[in-house]
């Protein structure tokens, strides 16, 4: 079985060699891709010179930086042509353990299609989470999950593994989602396609070096979007009944 783990960076200088290492260490039969996007800091060259010393490390160099969607949709057109069975995504921030990617893979031989490492079920949890973020994240996932009727309790975690023939199959290249949307993006298609999930509990780490990618715009695109989405699913469903 053919492993590859998706690792989008920029300005992650203070994590990049310990993290590759670690994921190493959790994984050695993986090979490791990571989508940097032309980071000021030097995380693409810090990745390079890792590369070398662990091996199975490929490191794509991307123009500058646009957006975790268009990262993703790089790598994972790059894993799949890599010949991958198993596709994880992953941050290099240490807030996904790399200890936990065996248990995802895990999840996904054990009959998932797509294993989703979640703060949100039974056994997951936060860790040093200011109050204000914690409501946020969990109202989020709420309005998401209740709005696109998906059974999923943490829908916008980043922290995944695919069945490679799943992931070709909701084609990612077609997304149009760049901020976390694009995760709530492959979940809503993967459900709709009949996909089934699992999600395995873990611990999410806030960072402790470095600074969080999360902005404002971030969370008003995927609002929007997810609104949109869920106004399309709700006319769509009144259409069908009504042609009955």
Request: overall charge neutral; charged content about 25%.
């Amino acid at each position: 079985m053919s492993v590859v783990v998706v690792v989008p960076t920029y300005q992650e200088a203070e994590n990049i060699v310990r993290f590759l290492t670690a994921v190493r260490g959790a994984v050695p039969e993986a090979d490791i891709l990571v989508v940097d996007d032309n980071s000021p800091d030097g995380t693409g060259e810090l990745a390079e010179k890792a590369a070398a010393e662990l091996g199975r490390i490929e490191v794509m160099h991307r123009a500058g930086k646009e957006g975790l969607g268009s990262a993703y949709r790089a790598g994972f057109a790059r894993a799949l042509s890599m010949g991958a069975d198993r596709i994880v995504q992953m941050d290099a921030d240490f807030s996904h353990d790399p200890s936990v990617v065996p248990l995802l893979l895990a999840a996904v031989e054990a009959g998932a299609d797509l294993a989703i490492g979640s703060r949100y079920v039974t056994g997951g949890s936060t860790e040093n989470w200011p109050l204000h973020r914690r409501v946020l994240s969990r109202l989020g996932n709420r309005y998401t999950a209740g709005v696109l009727r998906l059974p999923i309790r943490d829908v916008t975690a980043g922290f995944r593994c695919y069945r490679a023939e799943v992931l070709r199959g909701i084609d990612p290249a077609s997304t149009s989602a760049e901020g976390y949307a694009f995760l709530t993006e492959l979940a809503r298609r993967a459900v709709r396609s009949g996909c089934s999930v699992a999600e395995v509990p873990i611990c999410f780490a806030d960072r402790t070096v470095g600074e969080s990618k999360m902005s404002g715009r971030i969370i008003r695109e995927s609002m929007w979007l997810v609104t949109t989405w869920g106004g399309r699913d709700l006319l769509d469903a009144l259409r069908r009944r009504g042609t009955r």
